[in-house]
């Protein structure tokens, strides 16, 4: 029989047992696996767990903010560093447009961010006499990654994908891993069951690259903010219209080297097309497209064209997956 408080219980006497006394780590994705891991763990062995959170200038509208938000005001005021990396990951990524090379590059990137993080952390205590040493790191990993993964006898993994970016596989830490036994609907149950907000709670997932992998052809400041506005936009009407909780995803892709001509009172324009990609889906290994009423599609359609300045087409992506992947990149 499955019971939430139950399973809160079991895991908060499981983590103390594990951590002791000692100090630990967890990156914070926005996602909603890392922030109840995250919750469970500061409910646990409170200041001994501190989070870090990177901004990597590819998060969405809002999302920095909305996360130190929602995170310190639900678990109490936890310890939350937050890193803004933006200058950093833009310029290694100035004039690059393979995707794969995109993933390499945040990934690598990220790893060193929190390397620093933890360095600076571990210096920042050095003299306190008290401070036991940071020897755990926290992650989100749910039943599905582990089944995925071929781990389900427990033995220590640090999976790239599923994880922000992809982890130091050099890390000298011992994880912490308090929802490898839960489904998703499940994680979301004991999220709001531990006081986290609906915002994250019922957040969908983002992949670690962000919107790197959302804008086909090179990334920059000014195509990211394009790409802002549109997605804003889209989260926003599937919200009010209810949808967004049948919605597995519904990434917004800006196509940056595509333009075509339009007309906007009277005059010409020639921008750039953004293409909706809403899908249900279990697990995000095979997934449908969301069948979203027209009305809704009408009313998204309208306000990124009037409202996102360079954005003057919007196309649906109707592929399953597969042939498709969920993200373009
Ligand atoms: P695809 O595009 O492969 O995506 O159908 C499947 C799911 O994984 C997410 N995704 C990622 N998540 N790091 C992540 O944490 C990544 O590098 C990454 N790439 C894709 C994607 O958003 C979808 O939910």
Redesign the pocket.
Same mark, same amino acid.
């Given at each position: 029989d499955w019971s939430v408080d139950l399973v809160i219980d079991q895991q908060i006497a499981k983590i103390r047992e594990q951590i002791g006394d000692k100090r630990a780590l967890v990156g914070l994705s926005g996602g909603v696996d890392s922030a109840v891991a995250a919750a469970l763990v500061q409910r646990a062995v409170g200041d001994q767990l501190t989070a870090v959170y990177v901004n990597h200038g590819l998060m969405r509208k809002d999302e920095s903010v909305e996360i130190e938000r929602a995170f310190g005001a639900s678990t109490g005021g936890a310890k939350l560093v937050m890193v803004d990396a933006e200058d950093e990951f833009l310029s290694a990524l100035h004039g690059v447009s393979d995707p794969e090379e995109k993933?390499k590059i945040i990934g690598e990137r990220f790893i060193r961010t929190f390397e620093q993080a933890q360095a600076d952390i571990v210096a920042a205590s050095a003299h306190d006499p008290d401070a036991t040493d940071v020897q755990f790191l926290v992650q989100g990993t749910v039943y599905p990654d582990v089944i995925e993964s071929g781990d389900a006898d427990g033995s220590k993994v640090i999976k790239s994908?599923?994880?922000?970016g992809g982890l130091p596989e050099d890390l000298e830490f011992e994880l912490v891993e308090p929802l490898r036994q839960l489904f998703k609907d499940e994680v979301r149950e004991v999220g709001t069951q531990l006081g986290l907000p609906d915002e994250i709670v019922w957040r969908q @997932?983002?992949?670690? @690259?962000g919107l790197g &992998?959302r804008i086909v052809g090179a990334i920059s400041k000014q195509r990211l903010d394009l790409l802002r506005e549109a997605d804003a936009i889209v989260r926003e009407e599937l919200t009010a219209s209810g949808l967004d909780r049948e919605i597995w995803?519904s990434p917004v892709v800006l196509l940056a080297d595509v333009r075509s001509v339009g007309v906007n009172e009277g005059g010409r324009t020639y921008g750039h097309p953004v293409v909706l990609r809403p899908v249900v889906s279990e697990d995000?290994m095979t997934a449908r497209f969301a069948r979203i009423p027209y009305d809704i599609l009408d009313r998204i359609s309208q306000r990124i064209t009037a409202e996102v300045d360079g954005i003057n087409r919007v196309v649906l992506d109707i592929t399953g997956?597969p042939p498709g992947? &969920?993200?373009w990149e």
């Amino acid at each position: 029989d499955w019971s939430v408080d139950l399973v809160i219980d079991q895991q908060i006497a499981k983590i103390r047992e594990q951590i002791g006394d000692k100090r630990a780590l967890v990156g914070l994705s926005g996602g909603v696996d890392s922030a109840v891991a995250a919750a469970l763990v500061q409910r646990a062995v409170g200041d001994q767990l501190t989070a870090v959170y990177v901004n990597h200038g590819l998060m969405r509208k809002d999302e920095s903010v909305e996360i130190e938000r929602a995170f310190g005001a639900s678990t109490g005021g936890a310890k939350l560093v937050m890193v803004d990396a933006e200058d950093e990951f833009l310029s290694a990524l100035h004039g690059v447009s393979d995707p794969e090379e995109k993933r390499k590059i945040i990934g690598e990137r990220f790893i060193r961010t929190f390397e620093q993080a933890q360095a600076d952390i571990v210096a920042a205590s050095a003299h306190d006499p008290d401070a036991t040493d940071v020897q755990f790191l926290v992650q989100g990993t749910v039943y599905p990654d582990v089944i995925e993964s071929g781990d389900a006898d427990g033995s220590k993994v640090i999976k790239s994908h599923h994880n922000v970016g992809g982890l130091p596989e050099d890390l000298e830490f011992e994880l912490v891993e308090p929802l490898r036994q839960l489904f998703k609907d499940e994680v979301r149950e004991v999220g709001t069951q531990l006081g986290l907000p609906d915002e994250i709670v019922w957040r969908q @997932p983002f992949p670690g @690259p962000g919107l790197g &992998i959302r804008i086909v052809g090179a990334i920059s400041k000014q195509r990211l903010d394009l790409l802002r506005e549109a997605d804003a936009i889209v989260r926003e009407e599937l919200t009010a219209s209810g949808l967004d909780r049948e919605i597995w995803q519904s990434p917004v892709v800006l196509l940056a080297d595509v333009r075509s001509v339009g007309v906007n009172e009277g005059g010409r324009t020639y921008g750039h097309p953004v293409v909706l990609r809403p899908v249900v889906s279990e697990d995000a290994m095979t997934a449908r497209f969301a069948r979203i009423p027209y009305d809704i599609l009408d009313r998204i359609s309208q306000r990124i064209t009037a409202e996102v300045d360079g954005i003057n087409r919007v196309v649906l992506d109707i592929t399953g997956k597969p042939p498709g992947t &969920i993200e373009w990149e």
